[in-house]
């Protein structure tokens, strides 16, 4: 994802939550762009190529961004302001509404690691079989062509 085209798109209406992980992501080698509501989000997606969301989860409703066609294939991550109060339940909330991760109360470090990694995961494709085998030891192999 550090190849100057792709971009991390933070959407927070804290203006300095927002520039604090704008300057960390940049101070890592990472594009940033950064938008104050999910409508000024969903222009930036459609204008670059985004390759990673990470939404404020009190700056709005994120969920009415997993409704876009266009964020369907894109990772959106949910991330708790430090020193905010967050239960397991606004968790638990965020993930099955469709965000790919929850993200709260973890250092700068952690957080860089774990968006690394699920940014490696998104960007492989798993390519799809040509044959696949069905049954036991004695099956018969398909081909998928």
């Not at 520039?19 to 594009?31: A, E, I, P």
């Not at 762009?33 to 700056?59: C, K, N, P």
Request: net charge neutral; charged share 20%.
């Amino acid at each position: 994802m550090r190849n100057g085209r792709d971009v991390i798109l933070i959407i927070s209406s804290n203006d300095s939550f927002a520039r604090s992980l704008k300057t960390m992501f940049c101070d890592n080698g990472y594009s940033v762009t950064v938008a104050s509501d999910e409508f000024a989000g969903l222009v930036q997606i459609q204008s670059q190529q985004t390759s990673l969301v990470l939404v404020d989860r009190l700056s709005g409703n994120f969920k009415a961004l997993l409704e876009h066609p266009s964020l369907r294939k894109i990772p959106l991550l949910t991330i708790q302001q430090p020193g905010s109060a967050c239960h397991e339940e606004d968790c638990i909330d965020d993930l099955d509404a469709g965000a790919d991760a929850w993200l709260g109360n973890q250092s700068y470090r952690q957080l860089l690691a774990r968006i690394r990694a699920i940014s490696r995961r998104s960007q492989y494709v798993m390519p799809l079989p040509t044959r696949f085998q069905a049954g036991g030891f004695d099956s018969i192999w398909r081909d998928m062509r």
